[in-house]
């Protein structure tokens, strides 16, 4: 058993329906299996357990690792593309580099950047679009797999409108969707998930293989893109003839409580409601919306429906895969809405980055907080002495106040140490070596 002693900060109770931060300030907790098996004061854990080795994490913030409900693998090489709304930015700076997957060799590579960034990142769960090429998507399992984290992922299907070497047809993405969830669904901490790109680039044949892909995988998952800009709901209202793009989704079955949509900027009320009935999750991507131009995400009117709502990064559409990053502009982007917007508070934000996250992907029973019970999934937020996070941190009130500190200056070079299942997958000395030999 290992006794981890630090400043311990989680939202395991919903601050959107009344939950406040938990917050222990010299924290014991102790794990065994990968699990935490006790959570109290550190002095009176330690004397009851004596013989067990103490990892001292004082200094920084000990907090649930990141779940990341939205980011492309496939892109991680395409970062900072800014200054074009989103089908010039897919055709100009995404789809190229996407076709690139189709060499296997150069997409181990990309996996290897891909993984090693979200967990730099203090993400230790993620909801992975895959590539449109089954041998990548493969890769990014393997990488997965070697490095730790826990990844929901699958292959990206379309059969329309994007480049040639993008396309499948239903019966491929069948066969190799299929495949793909026999090879890695439920093996060791992968999950498949079926991913239409969005409906623009996928027809309803397309559409109904992903779902007969879903049926055949117990517990699978389905996630693709929604109401993200207004020329791409313009092509796919023409493209169906259907009172609203959820509707595109939802008639394939493929809307559910084991569905997450990205973006969902532009939503009808009467998709939030069909949302909302159906349990699905929306991925927020606050970033990505900026960068894009993409429009100002209803967060007020999604919790007035009960839609269930988590963050994503969408790297590479968003700028980096820092979920300290984007809590932080999704708090900017609410203020802006003045008095349409909901007043986001640090407990929202460390909530919307970890346990809604576990929530969205049905892992809410293991991941999220750092509860007795849980795994642990964790990030140690340790800045370097002098930086002015750690003068801010060393300064803070209370703990919401180090949690505000923390998510306006906190970056990936703060995240001192990740671990997943009580296995460190990361750490701040390890990545310096890392990243000097990687090309
Ligand atoms: N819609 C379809 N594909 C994409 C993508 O790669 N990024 C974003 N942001 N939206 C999309
Ligand atoms: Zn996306």
Not at 127 to 150: M, Q
Not at 169 to 184: F, H, I, K, N, S
Request: glycine share 10%.
């Amino acid at each position: 058993m290992t006794l981890y002693r630090g400043t311990v900060l989680d939202t395991p109770d919903d601050p959107f329906t009344g939950g406040s931060l938990r917050a222990d300030a010299d924290a014991g907790l102790l794990v065994r299996d990968g699990v935490v098996r006790e959570r109290a004061g550190f002095a009176g854990l330690a004397a009851r357990h004596r013989e067990e080795e103490v990892v001292d994490l004082t200094g920084g913030l000990l907090l649930p690792g990141f779940v990341d409900t939205h980011v492309h693998f496939p892109q991680v090489r395409a970062i900072g593309g800014l200054g074009l709304p989103l089908l010039d930015w897919l055709e100009r700076c995404a789809l190229p580099e996407e076709a690139r997957l189709a060499d296997p060799s150069y997409a181990r590579s990309v996996a290897r950047d891909f993984v090693s960034g979200l967990v730099q990142a203090g993400t230790t769960t993620a909801l992975v679009f895959g590539a449109h090429f089954a041998p990548a998507v493969d890769a990014l399992f393997t990488e997965a797999a070697r490095v730790g984290l826990r990844v929901t992922s699958g292959l990206v299907v379309s059969d329309r409108l994007l480049r040639e070497e993008l396309l499948t047809t239903p019966e491929r993405a069948y066969d190799e969707g299929l495949a793909l969830a026999r090879r890695w669904h439920g093996v060791g901490r992968a999950r498949y998930a079926v991913i239409p790109r969005f409906s623009l680039s996928c027809g309803d044949e397309l559409l109904a293989s992903c779902r007969a892909v879903r049926d055949e995988v117990d517990g699978a998952y389905v996630t693709s893109h929604i109401n993200e800009n207004v020329r791409e709901i313009a092509t796919v209202a023409r493209l169906f003839d259907l009172s609203h793009y959820l509707e595109t989704y939802d008639r394939h079955g493929l809307v559910g409580r084991h569905t997450v949509l990205a973006h969902n900027v532009h939503p009808t009320d009467a998709e939030l409601k069909v949302l909302a009935e159906r349990g699905a999750s929306v991925a927020h991507c606050p970033s990505s919306n900026s960068a894009l131009g993409s429009g100002l995400f209803p967060l007020t009117r999604h919790l007035a429906y009960g839609v269930h709502v988590a963050l994503g990064s969408d790297v590479g559409a968003g700028t980096g895969f820092s979920l300290l990053k984007e809590g932080l502009q999704a708090y900017f982007l609410q203020q802006l809405l003045s008095e349409q917007g909901y007043a986001l508070a640090a407990v929202h934000l460390l909530h919307l980055a970890s346990a809604a996250g576990a929530r969205a992907l049905g892992l809410a029973d293991r991941v999220g907080d750092l509860g007795v019970g849980k795994r642990f999934d964790a990030q140690w937020l340790r800045p370097l002495p002098g930086t002015t996070l750690d003068v801010a941190l060393r300064h803070a009130s209370e703990p919401e106040d180090a949690l505000a500190k923390a998510f306006a200056l906190g970056t990936t070079a703060d995240v001192a140490a990740v671990w997943v299942d009580g296995d460190e997958v990361g750490s701040r000395a390890r990545e310096v070596g890392a990243g000097a030999g990687a090309r």
